[in-house]
Every structure is written in C-alpha cells, then in structure tokens.
C-alpha cells in the first residue's frame, strides 16, 4: 500500500510511466521513463489528478529538472520542506 507506478501505455506495450512511495498526504516520485515522446507527462499529468482527487498536497520530486519544470516543479527550501513533511505525514500508529 506503499508503493505506486502511474503508466502509459500504447498498443499494448508500456511506454512511460513513474513510479513511487506514498506516505500519508505526500507523494515521493522515484523515478520516470518515456519510450515515446511525451508519455512520462502524460503518466504523471494523470498521477497528479488521481492524487488530487485523494488530497494528496505534496509531490517530492527528489531531483529538480526543466523536465520537471515544466510539469510545474518549484524549488522550495529544506526548513519548509521537513515542515511540509511533518504537517502531512502522520507519525507511526496515530
């Protein structure tokens, strides 16, 4: 219940996708693949809206990109992030 993969799929055959960890109102993005142009932003563009739905508030990229970017990254310091992350993350057994 942990782990998640969002995926593109064309003709049968996987052709993007990302995968990561969710951990209570934060999704931590692992990693990304595109075999085709554009299907690794149309993965996560579906990702976002399916974590939307759900309340999901954060998505920790990891690694900043224009890739990124351009799907709406922001650079945020490390103070406001460890506080993002206590605010939406319970602690174990609460």
Request: hydrophobic share 45%; charged share 15%.
């Amino acid at each position: 219940g942990y782990a998640y993969s969002a995926e593109a799929w064309a003709n049968d055959q996987l052709v993007g996708g990302l995968y990561g960890i969710l951990l209570g109102r934060v999704f931590f993005g692992e990693s990304m693949f595109s075999l085709l142009p554009n299907s690794s932003k149309f993965a996560f563009i579906k990702w976002v809206q399916f974590l939307q739905s759900r309340g999901i508030v954060v998505i920790d990229c990891q690694v900043y990109t224009e890739h990124l970017e351009s799907l709406g990254a922001q650079m945020i310091p490390r103070e406001k992030f460890l506080s993002l992350l206590d605010e939406y993350i319970p602690e174990p057994g609460h």
